[in-house]
């Protein structure tokens, strides 16, 4: 029912598709699901990795349950979704994750939206953080283009209050009015 209500919402608001990914959605690689009970060890810390093995899942429902944020739904947890990420983050997964898991706005003029990753390759970090900022960008459009974003008071909250945060290999994208908080949670899970 939510699927189907999402995919009346964005034929009723849209406007504007989102960039096109190359290939089809059969022949990307499949994003591996979050992890759901990963205990917190220590670990030694090496360059480009968190000293913590973090569990994303875990943090995603402590965020969405302790602050307001609007329904969001998950691209990440069901492989019917997968041609919708691959359209929202083009390129997110190609790339080799321990843990990915992207929850947007069930309704188009919500501005709300959580993007988790744990990449395997330190190197892949910068990949994703462009990933993110390529998403900002096309929500936000420019002079000649209209945002994604489509409304005028959802392109201003994804131009004021979307956040990119990333510590070793965990990049999180946090878009809404509890950005700045859960930036702040982010960086509290590696103190």
């Known amino acids: 029912t939510l699927a189907l209500a999402l995919a009346l919402s964005l034929a009723a608001c849209g406007g504007k598709d989102a960039p096109a990914q190359d290939g089809t959605p059969d022949d990307a690689p499949e994003v591996s699901a979050p992890e759901t009970e990963a205990p917190e060890t220590e670990a030694p ?30 691209l990440t ?12 983050y083009p390129g997110l997964s190609e790339l080799s994750t321990k843990q990915c898991g992207v929850y947007v706005a069930a309704i188009s003029a919500a501005v709300g939206e959580l993007a988790l990753v744990e990449v ?9 953080e462009d990933i993110f900022q390529a998403r900002i960008d096309y929500q936000v459009g420019d002079d000649t283009n209209p945002g994604g ?5 959802t392109i201003e909250g994804w131009k004021t209050k979307s956040q990119i945060v990333s510590h070793g290999n965990y990049v999180m994208l946090a878009v809404g009015d509890n950005a700045g908080a859960a930036a702040e949670s982010f960086e509290a899970l590696f103190a």
């Open 45 to 74: 810390e090496t360059p480009g990795e968190s000293p913590k093995e973090i569990d994303l899942a875990a943090f995603y429902a402590s965020l969405t349950e302790g602050e307001e944020w609007p329904v969001l739904m998950s």
């Open 77 to 88: 947890e069901d492989e019917t979704m997968a041609e919708m990420l691959d359209s929202y």
């Open 120 to 128: 395997e390759n330190a190197g892949d970090v910068q990949a994703v």
């Open 149 to 153: 974003a489509w409304y005028p008071e």
